[in-house]
């Protein structure tokens, strides 16, 4: 049975006002002029001609990155981590993201950094707005001379930030976004709380192009419950939002069925301009977290610079006649990521296998 949604990108852009179109335009017009740049760097001999290219670059970029500043501070939704926090933090968060750029990051280098940047995240959307309400903790340590030694710390109280949440993977790309996300709301939880998963197996039509695009989401593939999402917080942690499009169409859907999400969060590593203002322009309840932004879209889709496919980057590439299902792709992380997110794991196996 054929039991499918679909969103088309003209529908997606119809929740764009005329002023977002504007912003869009203007900045992929900056992202044009970059790569003339990028073509110099990237095919001319001459040493003083890479050098002077490469000095060009820098100032353009700088041009985009003020340029998305400037627009993005006017949307109280819309948060950009480097536009938000202070300017000591912005270097590790740079070096995170050119570190996930480089096509020579490999698959366990390209993981452990998707980590780090989902902690990052993590303190970005949660710990830090629970600020300054801590709670204490006590911890026994290995210590027992003269007696068995105990140790407090004080850690944000993200219980109210967290204790509705329910983690919605936006397969495949998506699911060790989620789990780290999970892992992190239960090691500051006050009662281990392991969040609830819905599981959407969404993807683009990668026959067509970025105007043309269709987001189709697969129910037959899916695995949530459509009861259990209703007055949650919604958590969709994905690693790139190019267009918006695959979260409109699962959030469009919940809400046509009469579900009423409590708040929808979108965390992200990477959006673009065009993807973030369609995603709050779509869905009142949403925020966008990303921890950077890039300018635009190719006419694939594909974020620019962007990182490349950062769902086969993480899971590795699936077999064109054979793709995993939900369980064998958790098997391929291996042992070390499977032990250390052993809780969200066995979530993860009880909603797909019930």
Not at 37 to 61: P, Q, R
Not at 180 to 188: E, G, L, N, R
Not at 326 to 337: E, F, S, T, V
Request: charged share 25%; proline share 4%.
């Amino acid at each position: 049975m054929d039991n499918k949604i679909v969103l088309h990108a003209e529908d997606l852009d119809g929740y764009l006002k005329e002023e977002d179109k504007v912003l869009v335009d203007s900045v992929a017009q900056y992202y044009q002029e970059s790569l003339k740049y990028c073509k110099i760097i990237d095919s001319a001999s001459d040493i003083s001609k890479k050098e002077e290219a490469s000095h060009n670059l820098i100032t353009v970029s700088g041009k985009i990155g003020d340029f998305l500043e400037q627009n993005t501070k006017k949307e109280k939704k819309l948060h950009v981590y480097c536009f938000e926090t202070p300017t000591e933090q912005h270097a590790e968060a740079s070096r995170l993201i050119a570190k996930l750029r480089d096509p020579m990051t490999q698959h366990e280098e390209f993981v452990y950094y998707i980590q780090r940047a989902y902690e990052l995240l993590f303190g970005y959307v949660f710990a830090n707005r629970a600020l300054p309400n801590k709670r204490s903790i006590i911890t026994q340590t290995p210590v027992v001379n003269p007696c068995r030694n105990y140790a407090v710390h004080k850690i944000p109280n993200v219980d109210p930030l967290t204790n509705n949440t329910v983690m919605c993977v936006m397969l495949r790309g998506a699911l060790l976004p989620s789990m780290i996300i999970s892992k992190a709301i239960q090691d500051y939880s006050s009662d281990n709380y392991i969040t609830p998963f819905a599981l959407f197996k969404i993807k683009r039509d990668e026959t067509k192009t970025e105007k043309t695009m269709d987001y189709i989401l697969d129910l037959n593939r899916s695995y949530f419950n459509l009861e259990s999402l209703d007055g949650k917080d919604l958590v969709f942690a994905d690693p790139m939002n190019a267009t918006g499009g695959s979260l409109v169409t699962i959030v469009k859907y919940i809400k046509d069925k009469g579900i009423k999400p409590k708040s929808v969060k979108f965390i992200n590593v990477v959006s673009t301009l065009k993807g973030a203002l369609r995603t709050i322009r779509a869905i009142d309840s949403c925020e966008v977290y990303t921890l950077w932004m890039d300018a635009c879209v190719n006419d694939q889709a594909y974020i620019l610079p962007g990182l490349g496919d950062a769902g086969d980057r993480l899971n590795g590439c699936d077999a064109p006649d054979n793709p995993r299902n939900m369980i064998q792709l958790i098997a391929d992380y291996g042992a070390n990521i499977t032990n250390l997110y052993r809780s969200q794991v066995k979530k993860i196996e009880d909603t797909v296998l019930r």
